[in-house]
């Protein structure tokens, strides 16, 4: 199913968040959501529109200290600006075919204007998510229905010839329908454990604490942030512990966000928990660690005395096409999989997962679902939409903790996402909100034709997206 992109419209619009958010070096109060507009034309003449949805996150991408939270967010609008003229300037390919061949060429563009890979992933993921939900809208298909019928053109052997005995089609052709997964809430750094941490409360009838989203979400995976502080990490992990060693049971996941020197000081980290008695549960429900160490660093180190006690996964490192290669030959068994990374960088290393499983017997390789506090609306179905196909039964989410609803954008939007999807979705006294009950997001609705949505953002409530002040301007 091949076409041409015929036009891109990128829109913005600002958020802000319900409680601050902490994660490695930057605390989050507010944020911009970038909408992009796709149309297509096929090669039988039809045209279609679609559209995609992503956080401008700052110090995530790029986390240099010396670049502003704004800088931050223009090298992301910088990155989409060279990923539209790419699009638009490209003759008809298949839906993964825009992506193969345009996406090295993309990453060089960026980096002659000192955008690094993670960077130059986010404009390329934009402009392919909405090209995809305008080919399956105008084709009347759901995305696992697509992948099933093979009308994306996904040949994963393009961009990695060692997958040129892997049969891409049969692993598609058995897609699963969205249904029901399971919701791994993350702890911030900065989230109160208990009553007691809270100094000012929000008040707006939603958990703050941990111990008022265990009772009101009833979770049972959750992600545990840590700070590269051993002492305050352990600290905090008890007082963590202490909480959800209440449940029954649970599953924990440790993310660095690259907070650790090291593979020595994540280890460290690792054998001071085992050593400690309040954590004995805790360790003991850990499935794997995230991102212990600085990028610049990650992909130079062995891995492989960590993840000889727990699965250790890349998730800032996964920049250049080949880095979850690189990163299996060190120790690393997994990945992590993020929209805003890319829909086709994930089936991309869902193939490698599985050619090296079936190479080794074994089900050591592994994706994960990680979010970008995905907000309510396209965002957070499009991202639920891909991990539901990808296989996985849990997904990190934290959009919806942490973001009121569908802040930021008009009422009657908000109905109408709640009217299409009303499994996803809860109506409270403060508007729709993501419905997460005993633990579970369900998906079902998703099951809809585009990538994960039957209806679209209003493009009408948006501004323009600003242009890019990039590079930064010499002082």
Known sequence: MKFRITALEAFEWSFTLRMP???????????????????????????????????????????????????????????????????LRADADTAFGHYATSTRAHTEACGVEGLNPLVAS??????????????????????????????????????DPALAGFDADAMLATTPAPGRIHARHTVGLVDPITAADVETRVDDGLPETLEEVVSTYRHGWWKLKVGGDLRADIDRLCRIASVLDRLHGYHVTLDGNEQYEDAEGALALWRAMQAEPRLQRLVASVLFIEQPVKRARALETGMSALAAERPVIIDESDGP????????????????????????????????????????????????GEDL???????????????????????ERNGHHFIDGFNGQPREVAARFLAAHPDLYADTSRGPRLAIREGLLDIGSLATPGLGSAVLPDVAAMRPMARAEWPPAPQ
């Not at 909408?35 to 529109?49: H, M, P």
């Not at 998510?129 to 009308?151: C, K, S, T, V």
């Not at 965002?379 to 891909?386: E, I, N, Y």
Request: proline fraction near 1%.
């Open 122 to 159: 986010f404009g390329r993921a934009l402009v392919d998510r909405a090209a995809l939900d305008a080919l399956l809208r105008l084709r009347g298909l759901a995305f696992h229905e697509g992948l099933r019928a093979g009308i994306t053109g996904f040949a994963p052997a393009r961009l």
């Open 21 to 87: 958010f902490r994660f490695g070096v930057i605390t989050v109060r507010d944020g911009i959501q970038a909408v992009l507009r796709a149309r297509i034309r096929t090669e039988d003449g039809q045209e279609g529109e679609g559209m995609a949805a992503e956080t401008l996150a700052a110090k995530w991408f790029d986390k240099d200290p010396t670049l502003s939270d704004a800088q931050n967010q223009h090298q992301l609008r910088r990155s989409l600006e060279i990923a539209m003229s790419g699009a």
């Open 321 to 368: 096409l080949d880095a979850f290669v690189v990163a299996r030959g060190l120790g690393y068994a997994g990945v992590s999989s993020k929209s805003c990374k890319g829909i086709w960088r994930s089936f991309l290393n869902l193939a490698r997962c599985r050619a090296w499983n079936a190479e080794g017997g074994t089900t050591r390789h592994f994706l994960s």
């Open 373 to 395: 506090t995905t907000l309510s609306g396209l965002c957070v179905q499009q991202d639920l939409a891909l991990v539901s196909a990808l296989g996985l039964t849990h997904v």
